[in-house]
């Protein structure tokens, strides 16, 4: 596990291309037969990704985190971007079949992860938060979650939003997590720009082809950067940051925040005329 440690706003102003990129982005989360994870000091997020092959494949973190097993005072959220997959939690069995989701309580003891086809793996994105409180595990089907609709074709930004872990959804602690697919033609996402001084984000981009590339902004609204990522990338949003992005194509994103509440709509929003 790699970790990022937090940044004052007034250091990035100073950073080039590189400096922000090894704070920021992170370049690999899915290589098969690993685990690639990352701690962010942001709010104490882990994130990263877990690609198993032939054998199953778990995380732990009990020395990294000063406890007896990795769960034991964090919550975890599951998004499979893969082909189809297994979850087995305290030896229950999940079916995680593509952009399935699972909301994994604290206490959970046991967490394995198990591909169905090694030649087409599951890609298992997750994200994890410390946790005060356990709430049940819940299983969620992306075909029982309807989904918001945002955006118009006229700006850009025509785009389907789906919440897994969110109040509407089921219960936790201080992570939510969903999914946003832009539709062809669409490029923008979160355009005009907002920040939330209450809550942290990380984003992975996907579904994108080799070619395509992202534009993610980032910074104070009075002093913007960008970085430009891969598929299946990600990049670490500090709560004082804008996060908003194009591409040369349409794409899908995961939004994971954790912080001070769980209300999705706590946003200070940016006017077009304060962006620079």
Same mark, same amino acid.
């Given at each position: 596990?790699?970790?990022?440690?937090?940044?004052? @706003?007034?250091?990035?102003?100073?950073? *080039?291309?590189?400096?922000?990129?090894?704070?920021?982005?992170?370049? $690999? !989360?899915? #290589?098969?037969?690993?685990?690639?994870?990352?701690?962010?000091?942001?709010?104490?997020?882990?994130?990263?990704?877990?690609?198993?092959?032939?054998?199953?494949?778990?995380?732990?973190?009990?020395?990294?985190?000063?406890?007896?097993?990795?769960?034991?005072?964090?919550?975890?959220?599951?998004?499979?971007?893969?082909?189809?997959?297994?979850?087995?939690?305290?030896?229950?069995?999940?079916?995680?079949?593509?952009?399935?989701?699972?909301?994994?309580?604290?206490?959970?003891?046991?967490?394995?992860?198990?591909?169905?086809?090694?030649?087409?793996?599951?890609?298992?994105?997750?994200?994890?938060?410390?946790?005060?409180?356990?709430? @049940?595990?819940?299983?969620?089907?992306? *075909?029982?979650?309807?989904?918001?609709?945002?955006?118009?074709?006229? $700006? !850009?930004? #025509?785009?389907?939003?789906?919440?897994?872990?969110?109040?509407?959804?089921?219960?936790?602690?201080?992570?939510?997590?969903?999914?946003?697919?832009?539709?062809?033609?669409?490029?923008?996402?979160?355009?005009?720009?907002?920040?939330?001084?209450?809550?942290?984000?990380?984003?992975?981009?996907?579904?994108?082809?080799?070619?395509?590339?992202?534009?993610?902004?980032?910074?104070?609204?009075?002093?913007?950067?960008?970085?430009?990522?891969?598929?299946?990338?990600?990049?670490?949003?500090?709560?004082?940051?804008?996060?908003?992005?194009?591409?040369?194509?349409?794409?899908?994103?995961?939004?994971?925040?954790?912080?001070?509440?769980?209300?999705?709509?706590?946003?200070?929003?940016?006017?077009?005329?304060?962006?620079?």
């Amino acid at each position: 596990m790699e970790t990022r440690y937090a940044n004052h @706003p007034e250091e990035i102003k100073r950073y *080039n291309t590189d400096e922000l990129r090894q704070h920021f982005l992170v370049e $690999t !989360l899915f #290589e098969l037969g690993k685990v690639h994870l990352t701690y962010t000091h942001v709010d104490r997020m882990i994130f990263g990704g877990v690609t198993p092959a032939d054998t199953e494949l778990t995380i732990e973190l009990d020395k990294e985190l000063g406890v007896s097993y990795f769960l034991e005072r964090r919550e975890l959220g599951i998004i499979n971007i893969g082909g189809d997959g297994v979850v087995v939690l305290d030896g229950i069995e999940y079916d995680m079949q593509r952009r399935d989701g699972l909301y994994v309580s604290r206490g959970t003891k046991q967490v394995l992860f198990r591909s169905n086809d090694a030649a087409n793996p599951a890609k298992f994105y997750i994200n994890s938060t410390p946790a005060h409180h356990t709430y @049940p595990t819940v299983k969620i089907d992306i *075909n029982n979650i309807k989904p918001l609709e945002a955006g118009a074709p006229g $700006t !850009l930004n #025509e785009r389907k939003i789906y919440q897994y872990i969110h109040p509407n959804v089921c219960e936790s602690c201080q992570l939510q997590m969903g999914l946003t697919m832009l539709s062809p033609g669409s490029v923008w996402n979160t355009m005009p720009a907002h920040t939330h001084e209450r809550r942290m984000e990380v984003y992975l981009y996907f579904d994108m082809e080799a070619d395509t590339r992202v534009f993610h902004f980032m910074g104070q609204p009075d002093e913007t950067r960008h970085l430009i990522l891969k598929n299946e990338q990600a990049v670490i949003s500090p709560s004082w940051s804008i996060h908003t992005g194009t591409a040369t194509s349409n794409y899908t994103f995961i939004w994971g925040m954790c912080g001070e509440n769980i209300t999705y709509d706590d946003m200070d929003h940016v006017k077009m005329e304060d962006l620079r």
